[in-house]
């Protein structure tokens, strides 16, 4: 069965976590997704730790078949060439590889791609329908477009920071590099819909994406400047300012997370908890007051929930039809019937050894009823130079023995 984007060749200058996303996304999605390394460093994290190989999971490398886990969870589904773009050799037989691709996905720091003679003007010359994503950390414009950035230094920069957290509390960064995440999905969106306006006009195109412009569209649906109005800490924990009560609740056994975003959830929620006495009090039914008197509202659900083991919470209120769910360990989310029946924790392989990893990683997440996406293992590194440079850019075994002995590839 035909995916998505087969046909589709994209070229992956990517590194880290960002551009990889994006193209593990396209990749899934059934594209031909070539990465290029430089074939002196390779990608960093293709052996850096936390390694898998035959004796496990280790911070230590102890074997040569020892791979690093983000290498092989995010170049699934790619294949794997490495090529000097830095020489003259190596720049010229990428514009040939562009020649016949259709996407080029790039996350160096703004200007370096222009000093290596392969930014979307130069590429564009070779092949005008080539579509070319840059994603930087703060885009290609602006006063901050040369800083240097993680996903730590967006999330200080976009605010998310100081509003993660307790109120009181010294801000923090989310658990997981969210910004990188975030954006490498917005450049797959934005390729995908740049190769449909290709289809109908025949005209390609230049993407900039920026990861804190990213985060900060997400972020700001929530009326963040709007806080010191509305007299509110900048950092809410785990409530939300629309709703009350909308937290994690201790129970006998541990956590669970209860929300009720309607009248009708609460007077529910209420019945539940058996005190249909507070439908007679103003400022219980006053979604305005329960907000400013989140603590007051806490205290009530608190009462109940600490009666309670999670299973009993969550079977109650599932009858009450109101959201809770409780707080799960990353060792009990590795067990949640959901994701495995949804196939969102999948096999991980180790090109090295051919064996299953002793982690696993994500699966798709969006879940085509006609063509249904999926990975093949990440390859090793170079595996592909020689089909690939073959029909992409015409050299002959000899010629790719000859730049391989200059380094270029």
Same mark, same amino acid.
């Given at each position: ?28 999605? #059934? ?11 390779? !990608? ?10 035959? #004796? ?23 294949? =794997?060439?490495? /090529? ?17 691709? !259709? ?72 658990? =997981? ?47 963040? !400047? ?5 007299? /509110? ?47 007679? !009090? ?5 979604? #305005? ?35 809770? =769910? ?25 090109? /090295? ?31 592909? =130079? ?24």
């Amino acid at each position: 069965m035909k995916k998505i984007l087969d046909g589709v060749v994209v070229l992956d200058l990517t590194r880290f976590f960002s551009g990889p996303q994006c193209t593990l996304f396209l990749a899934g999605m #059934g594209a031909e997704v070539i990465k290029v390394d430089d074939p002196r460093g390779g !990608d960093p994290t293709a052996f850096a730790p936390p390694y898998d190989g035959p #004796g496990g999971i280790a911070f230590e490398r102890r074997t040569p078949q020892d791979m690093g886990l983000a290498y092989l969870k995010r170049q699934r589904g790619k294949k =794997s060439v490495t /090529l000097d773009l830095k020489s003259p050799e190596g720049r010229s037989i990428f514009l040939e590889m562009v020649k016949k691709s !259709d996407v080029v996905v790039e996350n160096f720091r703004a200007g370096v791609a222009t000093r290596l003679g392969i930014d979307y003007a130069a590429l564009s010359a070779v092949n005008p329908s080539i579509i070319y994503c840059a994603l930087t950390g703060y885009g290609s414009t602006g006063p901050a477009k040369d800083d240097k950035a993680y996903d730590l230094m967006v999330q200080a920069a976009v605010g998310l920071m100081s509003m993660t957290g307790q109120p009181g509390e010294p801000p923090v960064k989310t658990a =997981s590099a969210l910004s990188d995440a975030i954006s490498g999905v917005f450049a797959a969106n934005g390729i995908v819909a740049a190769l449909l306006h290709r289809e109908r006009t025949g005209e390609g195109q230049g993407i900039d994406v920026a990861m804190s412009d990213c985060l900060f569209s997400l972020i700001y649906d929530e009326p963040i !400047d709007c806080y010191e109005t509305l007299d /509110l800490a900048p950092r809410q924990g785990n409530r939300i300012m629309r709703f009350s009560p909308f937290n994690v609740f201790r129970a006998r056994d541990g956590w669970v997370a209860i929300g009720a975003a309607t009248h009708s959830e609460w007077l529910a929620l209420l019945d539940a908890m058996g005190r249909a006495d507070l439908k007679d !009090d103003k400022g219980m039914m006053d979604i #305005g007051w329960r907000i400013v008197n989140n603590d007051a509202v806490d205290a009530v659900v608190t009462q109940w929930t600490a009666q309670k083991t999670k299973d009993e919470i969550v079977a109650e209120l599932a009858r009450a039809s109101v959201a809770c =769910s409780p707080v799960r360990s990353t060792a009990e989310v590795m067990h949640w019937e959901q994701l495995l029946e949804r196939q969102m924790i999948v096999p991980l392989v180790n090109p /090295l050894t051919g064996k299953p990893s002793a982690a696993s990683a994500p699966g798709f997440p969006i879940k085509f009823s006609r063509t249904p996406a999926e990975y093949s293992p990440a390859p090793v590194p170079g595996a592909n =130079s020689e089909e690939v440079f073959a029909r992409f850019a015409n050299l002959s075994p000899a010629d790719i023995e000859r730049h391989r002995r200059k380094g270029v590839i």
